[in-house]
């Protein structure tokens, strides 16, 4: 009986363990290209949002944002408080814009081809978009 409990237990384990969560957005890299619905240009680097592992990177192309992420169901996202980079930046580069819309961040919604990906807010309302 000992035996079939301990059978039991590492079967359970191996099972949670190829169950790993993982999303589209998996080791995934964009371009971001929209934010708060007007173009998003590059102005001295490309910007851009990547996801690996459980971590998210951004920049609108000055400073990095970094935090960690969580996708749940129906769409669902929860990214965990930001870590920032702190240099001066242009203007033009819409950083303090992209840093709140970054914040409100609940959800994401994918094209039908996964090529673009648009991150939306509590009420689905499009923060930004971005495109592999």
């Known amino acids: 009986m000992r035996n079939y409990c301990y059978f039991a237990a590492a079967a359970a384990a191996l099972m949670c363990a190829s169950c ?7 080791n995934q890299a964009y371009t971001l290209t929209e934010l708060n619905g007007t ?3 590059k102005v001295e680097a490309t910007p851009s949002i990547s996801f690996t592992g459980n971590r998210v990177n951004a920049t609108v192309g000055c400073n990095q944002i970094f935090a960690e992420y969580k996708v749940e169901k129906n769409g669902k996202i929860a990214f965990s408080m930001p870590g920032m980079t702190r240099m001066m930046c242009h203007e033009e580069m819409r950083e303090q814009e992209f840093v709140v ?13 996964g090529s673009e990906v648009s991150f939306l807010d509590a009420q689905g309302k499009v923060l ?3 495109k592999k």
């Open 20 to 26: 790993k969560s993982t999303s589209a957005l998996s």
């Open 39 to 41: 173009e998003l240009k």
């Open 128 to 130: 930004f978009k971005a």
């Open 101 to 113: 819309a970054f914040n409100k961040v609940a959800g994401y919604q994918l094209s039908a081809d």
